[in-house]
């Protein structure tokens, strides 16, 4: 039990097992406590149990690979998965994806892992999240000895014992534990808001420009000398935009909006260009064929000796992904590609006189 | 010592019994507070009055296995009676809700009888922060089968892993009232 010198346990935590979902998911966690040789976190648990490695540095989104050795803050730009390793064994990771049974991988190798889960906090670098307590828990009164009031609060940890990955996503389980981490403000995990755009940007689905090309792929040839029209689906929100909306993480939102701006074609034949957006215009029946009124290409040759008997054709589009949030705003770029096939002949004109 | 026997209804998911169990005074386990282990009653003893504290804590741990026994059948990790039983944000809640999440991805569920052979309260801690109560538990989960949700039909590779003893803690939460917060079963311990 937690003592009200507000002393920390340091008990060696004898071989527990612990077994997971279907009973052939087994982690062996026979931890060895690890000082804390921070000043600034100490840490409470209220078991005397020490499940949880220390870990003295915090990962955050942005922080790319975070090493133990290489304390870092995320500070933007960078990835919003964090790492974990599996190599060490000590937290059993298994992998659910097929469907003939859990598979236990002793050595998995490295696995993104969120930096940030509503409702437990933030990964800490090591096996535990670090975050508020359950609403129902209040923080204890003092800080550690030798602590200022002021200097610090106490967070909650929630620190994983296995991880079961299905198609990739990791589902955790956690270690029976309670315990309170001291941390000093200035070392308080944080987040920006370009932290929060580009976790949106990496949840947020879209895809390449869905392609209506005229003459139609797959119906029919072009011909040298007319148009291929370069038109797109501009009513779908995922593949065009616009879209916007308002992304939260750990009270920190930021707006955001979303739209292509434009498109890179590249037509097979040695030919690139771009096109604005508002310029890709489908081919209507009514429309004179040969006046295309927006993005469009003419082939001078035909695509006979081309592999297959027809242009490669890419469209790449792209997304521009404004935010703005707590007065600082930015713009982030993604590029989807689409691919298609256009085949192009040639009319054999024979003049008689 | 206390002695309860409970049976629950069916359908207990697997992780989720991680979250739960009952007393370890009925396996022989040490009750961890460096005292000896109480003498078992006589069987034909009455019942024993229990401290009304110690009350309150086991009716939150029987509220919660049925919870959690509510929330695998129905598949549902957001089962709206697993907060009233459970600390929100705490261990033993989050692999309840981690199992029936991992079932579900898998199409697979638990179905059958899972008894819960006793229950006692071995410590409160009133002082602790936040307070906390120590609860030893046996469960059998013998009767008990992981299966295919789509018809109930086993899967294989699982065996019915017996009885084992479960150390829980519950939790007074700041509006008085116990919820379980932890729990870990010793799966290579019988009881």
Known sequence: ?353 | MTTTSRSLVRAVGFAAMIALGLSVTACGGDSGDGLPPPASPPADTPAQTIDPEHQQILDVYYGSVDAMVAAQAAGDPDYPDLANYFLVGAAALMNVESGIQHNNLRGTYYLGDLEVVSATVTEVDLEAEPPVAVIEACLDYSNYLLVHREDDSRVPGVEPPGRHPVTNQAVLGTDGFWYIATSETHWTESC
Request: proline share 8%; net charge negative.
């Open chain 1, 1 to 353: 039990m937690l003592t009200l010198d507000r002393k920390a346990w340091v008990a060696a935590i004898t071989t527990s097992m612990v077994v997971f979902a279907t009973g052939l998911f087994v982690a062996t966690n026979a931890h060895t406590p690890q000082p804390d040789l921070s000043p600034s976190r100490t840490e409470l648990t209220a078991q005397p149990r020490d499940n949880c490695p220390t870990n003295d540095y915090l990962c955050l989104p942005g922080t790319e690979n975070p090493s133990p050795s290489n304390p870092s803050r995320g500070s933007g730009g960078g990835s919003t998965a964090c790492t974990y390793d599996t190599g060490d064994g000590t937290i059993t990771v298994a992998d659910d994806s097929r469907r003939r049974g859990i598979v236990r991988l002793a050595q998995y190798g490295v696995i993104e892992i969120p930096c940030y889960m509503e409702g437990y906090g933030w990964y800490d670098g090591g096996n535990c999240y670090v975050g508020d307590p359950p609403a129902l828990v209040q923080p204890p009164l003092f800080p550690p000895e030798g602590a200022d009031p002021d200097s610090g609060a106490w967070y909650w940890l929630r620190c994983f014992a296995g991880i079961t990955l299905f198609n990739g996503e990791p589902v955790f389980y956690w270690y029976a534990d309670m315990r309170w981490r001291w941390i000093a403000h200035e070392d308080a995990p944080s987040v920006t808001p370009e932290q929060v755009a580009r976790s949106w940007l990496a949840a947020i689905r879209l895809e390449p420009v869905q392609l209506q090309l005229a003459p139609p792929p797959g119906s029919g040839a072009g011909l040298v000398g007319l148009p291929v029209w370069l038109g797109v689906d501009t009513s779908d929100p995922n593949s065009w935009g616009p879209i916007s909306d308002r992304h939260c993480i750990a009270g920190v939102c930021v707006s955001l909006s979303a739209q292509v701006t434009e498109v890179t074609w590249n037509m097979g034949d040695g030919t690139t260009f771009t096109c604005a957006r508002g310029t890709h215009h489908t081919w209507q029946r009514g429309m004179d064929f040969r006046s295309p009124t927006g993005c469009h290409h003419f082939y001078q040759r035909s695509s006979r000796h081309q592999p297959g008997g027809h242009y490669t054709l890419t469209a790449t589009s792209h997304w521009e992904v404004e935010w703005s949030g707590l007065s600082a705003s930015g713009v982030m770029t993604v590029e989807r590609t689409a691919t298609t096939s256009v085949q192009i002949d040639e009319i054999q004109v024979l003049t008689t006189r």
